[in-house]
């Protein structure tokens, strides 16, 4: 009886947010663009809700979700373009992979292998078919060193992710304002990374914000390295919040450089709503790239 309650107030919930998404201007076209999310910047609306609300503006992906997620995803014909991070313990007692501690330590790598291992046999199990992972922060490690302990970390799990057909894709972020001391915050080093691990299962998240404020020349680093890149986020510079006229980057230039680069893959909003409703900016924000 309570978990139909529940059923119930979850379903009145999700078409009161549907009549309102609608009412404004109706769903957002797909066109030259699959539309995702990242669950992270709306986590305060239960998920079934924003399945709901997701659906009805457009968007074909929530990303950054658990394996686990994907039987509420499922429900209502979604897909997760990209999983989320595992974290673990190594036999030290060190928490790793999230942004500040991954591949680039060596002391890392047993304990990485081993969840990354796990979660690539998961995301098979469900059909997904991109893994986030990290560089970790410098903390006094030097770019050629960083490369080489990534890539020797790497390559103890890329056999299985080829096998699987997943791609791992590293996280571009920028370490002026958000990750300091974070070691893949450049196009140029990530590159690097992608050939000498020489896997075609090994990419780049290529984060509009975050290399805006690292280097600039978006359209441009787009047009020129766009093969080593599976996936791309949206943010609003500078705050990281709405993709609107209030911040200096223009979307619809951008989301048609990555069309004419013959992407087929997903582009995830990643900002944070500074509209009390959220979803509004949502919607705008999908608007705003659909191409």
């Known amino acids: 009886m309570e978990e139909s309650a529940n059923n119930n107030a979850i379903a009145a919930t999700a078409a ?14 797909n066109a030259g663009i699959n539309h995702s999310v990242c669950r992270w910047c709306y986590d305060d609306i239960p998920l079934e809700v924003f399945c709901a609300a997701a659906k009805e503006i457009g968007l074909q992906s929530i990303e950054l979700l658990e394996t686990s997620d994907f039987a509420t995803l499922e429900k209502f014909g979604l897909t997760c373009a990209m999983v989320t991070f595992p974290t673990t313990t190594t036999k030290d007692g060190v928490k790793c992979g999230m942004i500040e501690k991954a591949f680039n330590r060596t002391e890392h790598h047993d304990a990485l292998v081993e969840v990354y291992e796990k979660t690539l046999n998961d995301c098979a199990a469900v059909g ?11 903390e006094g490690m030097d770019d050629e060193q960083g490369l080489e302990n990534c890539s020797n970390g790497l390559k103890r799990i890329l056999p299985l992710a080829e ?47 975050h290399m805006q404020v690292m280097e600039g020349d978006v359209i441009a680093t787009i ?56 979803l509004a900016s949502l919607k705008q924000g999908v608007g705003i790239c659909t191409v």
């Open 16 to 29: 009161s947010l549907g009549e309102r998404i609608s009412a404004s201007e109706g769903a957002a076209g």
């Open 128 to 138: 997904a078919k991109q893994l986030i992972c990290f560089a970790g922060n410098r």
């Open 163 to 209: 096998k699987l057909g997943i791609t791992l894709s590293m996280e571009l972020l920028n370490s002026r304002v958000d990750h300091p001391d974070y070691m893949c915050d450049r196009s140029s080093w990530g590159t690097a990374l992608v050939d000498r691990t020489a896997s075609p299962n090994f990419k780049l998240l290529y984060d509009i914000y």
């Open 223 to 278: 047009l020129a390295k766009h093969e080593y890149f599976s996936h791309y986020h949206t943010g609003g510079v500078p705050g990281r919040n709405e993709i609107d006229e209030t911040q200096e980057l223009y979307y619809p230039a951008i989301m048609r450089a990555i069309v004419d680069t013959g992407y087929t893959g997903y582009v995830g909003q990643e900002f944070i709503p500074k509209n009390p409703d959220k």
